[in-house]
């Protein structure tokens, strides 16, 4: 059982659920957004729907988790009836190869183009997310770094499409366009950065509640960022692509 304070325990009740409504809030945002987007960009806005959904349905499973693993301000981290931290693991191996779907969704490149990206950034997503799993649940410091430079290995393939290979599909979209893109893939970068970090604090001496409470605040924040102001930025590219092609304003 962790300790908590009541500031700490109460802090991340709170985050979860600010997790919990971005994600609801920003489903239905994209939802009712559909009309205001050409057609052939409606299922990027799908997409991003159902990364928020599918992370709203799981902040809800860890919402529960941690308040059935509480006997007041102690919480359960091992043995039956824990927090679940696997939660977050589901999530991201359905969510984030999706993101990176969203973008070349909303894109609408060549189709040959199209299927060349994305049978090569969805594979590396899921491994990256799977072999960082094993070192998140374990104690062993030597395990966790084995599996994280293991998973650092696809991060860093998906980078090299991001940063190269699309980048040379960027120069035929619309004014504004290629820039956007441009900070969709920093956002991306410096959001998945935080979970490496949260995932290296007991290496890092940051142990105990402060360890699990920074985690937990974390990863909260990095899935928002990446995911609801992510969405609503492929939104935006929505907008912009439509306007360019003579979509009216003021739908």
């Given amino acids: 059982m962790l300790e ?3 500031n700490q325990w109460n802090t991340l009740y709170n985050v979860f659920s600010f997790g919990l409504i971005s994600m609801l809030a920003c489903t239905v945002y994209t939802l009712v957004s559909q009309s205001r987007v050409l057609p052939k960009y409606r ?3 799908v997409l991003s729907s159902m990364v928020t959904f599918i992370a709203g349905y799981h902040y809800w499973r860890i919402f529960n988790s941690f308040s059935d693993a509480s006997d007041g301000y102690k919480v359960a981290t091992t043995g039956a ?3 679940n931290e696997g939660y977050r693991y589901v999530d991201w191996l359905l969510t ?3 993101l990176l779907v969203e ?3 909303v894109l ?3 189709k040959a183009v199209s299927s060349s990206l994305i049978t090569r950034l969805v594979p590396a997503s899921a491994a990256m997310i799977a072999l960082g799993y094993p070192g998140e649940i374990s104690a062993d410091d ?6 994280g430079v293991l998973s650092t290995i696809p991060f860093l393939y998906i980078l090299y ?3 190269v290979e699309l980048g040379k599909s960027l120069e035929r979209q619309p004014a504004g366009v290629a820039a956007t893109v441009g900070r969709l893939r920093w956002l991306l970068l410096a959001t998945w950065g935080v979970y490496p970090i949260s995932y290296l604090f007991p290496l890092l001496n940051i142990t105990g509640t402060d360890a699990f409470m920074y985690r937990q605040i974390g990863y909260t924040v990095a899935d928002v960022l990446a995911k609801c102001v992510f969405g609503l930025t492929i939104y935006k590219i929505a907008k912009m692509k439509s306007a360019a092609e003579g979509m009216s304003e003021d739908k």
């Fill in 4 to 6: 908590l304070t009541a």
């Fill in 43 to 45: 299922n990027a806005l």
């Fill in 108 to 110: 609408a490149l060549a």
């Fill in 96 to 98: 984030v190869p999706l």
């Fill in 81 to 83: 009836g824990s927090f």
């Fill in 103 to 105: 973008v070349i969704a």
């Fill in 161 to 163: 499409v991001l940063f």
């Fill in 142 to 147: 030597g395990t966790k770094i084995l599996w």
